[in-house]
């Protein structure tokens, strides 16, 4: 496919600009001349259909949740409603500006106080800011807030993150970010917490256990409860990366299995865009005795009823992020929240859990399964079992691209062997999880009749297989001739 760039004829444009009804003046006479360009910017002259037809063809070239099943385990790739967009559209949301005063944006504050009041009551905490701009960023919030907790007490010393080998890859990451000692601790056999592992683990160094629950097993954390005694009984608090919220919510929160902390991607389980659709939003919620460390400022309501932003709050680790962060995709999920009310957000994670047992019991037969219990809205197969007939797990995902899906995510978590995670969500239909099935099924078949075919999928594609670690290494993002 043609570039853009590669369409351009000198001369040819897009636009029709009526004649200036105004007294034509020099551009030198308006902007100094050290902010002049010395020559014309390099952009492709094409005419309007042809800029139109280019950028609709690319558009067919992605894949997304409007075009096909999209089964990215821990992503939580759901269907969004597109009248979530027209609400965050509305004049009065999507034509303010941040720094307008609180009076002229009674209704934006207004929204913003009750979506805290939402999420406080979904995750069992007591206040909830909305500032952090997506999940990893909600951890590094939620972190810092632990760490000034600890100084504020005088014990500055707990610098020790306890994290299992199970957990997200930012968890690390976001430890380190913060200061913090990462102490990773093994998984047991049945994929949840080892409990006496813990108890060597906890000291008195311990700033807290991150925890994402259900795992990334897809398996809920049944020893939760006894993981929070054996934490708080050490001085460590718990923080919940609320990644899997799809799976619980509406049935059970963060707050009553004892975590203090726990963020949320309103682009994962309050359905607004997620990935290159975004951006995110990762607020972060805490119990009551951490609620003096949440960035600020925080949304108020006077007694007079009228909202107002409070920046009085000393012990704050601050503004996290511009403004009062994503407020479009907060406008988004607060929309999707109203509309499924607590009973539709209680059926989206019985829908979800159900749906990913449905596959999960379809597809064991085929694939190895090492943690062969009830997931939760998520579950990891292996496939050791075909890389013993010299295929694994990138050639079946590159294959399901030939039959028209989206892959899981591969090779994680990385204590399952040739790992395939794979999450259906709730919007998916029953005929459309057969299909999938059926395809699932058909390339195990190929791998012991003809493996030769997985291995060089994709076969259908615009393009083959890419070289992944070039492109992350040394990408091309600009375009020369």
Not at 194 to 207: F, P
Request: proline share 6%; hydrophobic share 35%.
């Amino acid at each position: 496919m043609e570039l853009i760039f590669e369409q351009s004829v000198p001369g040819r444009t897009g636009i029709s600009l009526p004649a200036i009804d105004v007294p034509e003046e020099e551009i030198e006479s308006l902007i100094p001349a050290e902010y002049l360009r010395q020559e014309p910017p390099g952009l492709p002259e094409v005419s309007e259909v042809e800029a139109a037809r280019h950028f609709t063809r690319l558009s067919r070239r992605n894949f997304g949740v409007d075009t096909g099943f999209y089964p990215l385990g821990s992503c939580t790739m759901k269907y969004n409603p597109k009248v979530n967009e027209d609400m965050a559209r509305l004049n009065g949301f999507a034509r303010i500006h941040p720094y307008q005063s609180a009076d002229t944006v009674q209704g934006c504050l207004e929204l913003l106080y009750h979506m805290d009041r939402c999420l406080s009551e979904l995750t069992g905490m007591a206040r909830v800011s909305l500032q952090p701009a997506a999940g990893a960023h909600g951890e590094l919030t939620g972190l810092m807030m632990i760490k000034a907790y600890h100084e504020n007490r005088g014990e500055g010393h707990r610098k020790k993150i306890i994290v299992p080998d199970s957990s997200h890859g930012t968890n690390p990451a976001s430890a380190q970010m913060a200061g913090l000692e990462i102490v990773e601790i093994k998984s047991g056999k049945n994929g949840r917490v080892d409990l006496e592992e813990l108890r060597k683990t906890v000291d008195g160094q311990v700033a807290g256990i991150m925890l994402t629950n259900p795992n990334t097993l897809g398996i809920f954390e049944s020893d939760i409860r006894e993981i929070a005694d054996i934490v708080h009984s050490a001085g460590g608090l718990l923080y919940n990366d609320g990644a899997n919220a799809n799976a619980i919510l509406g049935i059970s929160t963060p707050g009553d299995m004892g975590f203090d902390v726990v963020h949320l991607n309103l682009h994962k389980s309050f359905a607004a865009p997620h990935g290159g659709g975004g951006p995110g939003s990762g607020p972060v919620g805490v119990k009551e005795r951490l609620t003096p460390f949440l960035p600020k400022p925080l949304v108020e309501i006077k007694e007079d009823g009228s909202y107002y932003l409070e920046y009085n709050r000393p012990l704050s680790i601050g503004k996290v992020k511009s403004y009062y962060g994503n407020f479009g995709v907060v406008v988004k999920a607060y929309a999707y929240i109203l509309a499924m009310g607590p009973e539709g957000l209680r059926r989206v994670a019985e829908d979800a859990v159900l749906n990913a047992n449905f596959l999960m019991k379809k597809l064991k037969e085929y694939y190895d399964l090492p943690y062969d219990q009830v997931c939760k809205h998520e579950f990891v197969l292996s496939g050791a079992r075909q890389k013993e007939k010299g295929v694994n797990t990138e050639d079946i995902a590159k294959r399901l691209l030939d039959y028209g899906y989206h892959p899981p995510t591969v090779y994680f978590p990385l204590i399952v062997k040739e790992a395939l995670m794979i999450e259906p969500t709730e919007t998916e239909n029953l005929e459309t999880l057969e299909r999938f099935i059926d395809a699932m099924i058909r390339i195990a078949t190929e791998v012991e009749q003809e493996p030769e075919k997985v291995r060089l999928a994709p076969h259908t594609t615009v393009v083959g297989r890419l070289d992944a670690v070039k492109a992350a290494r040394k990408p091309a993002l600009i375009w020369k001739s």
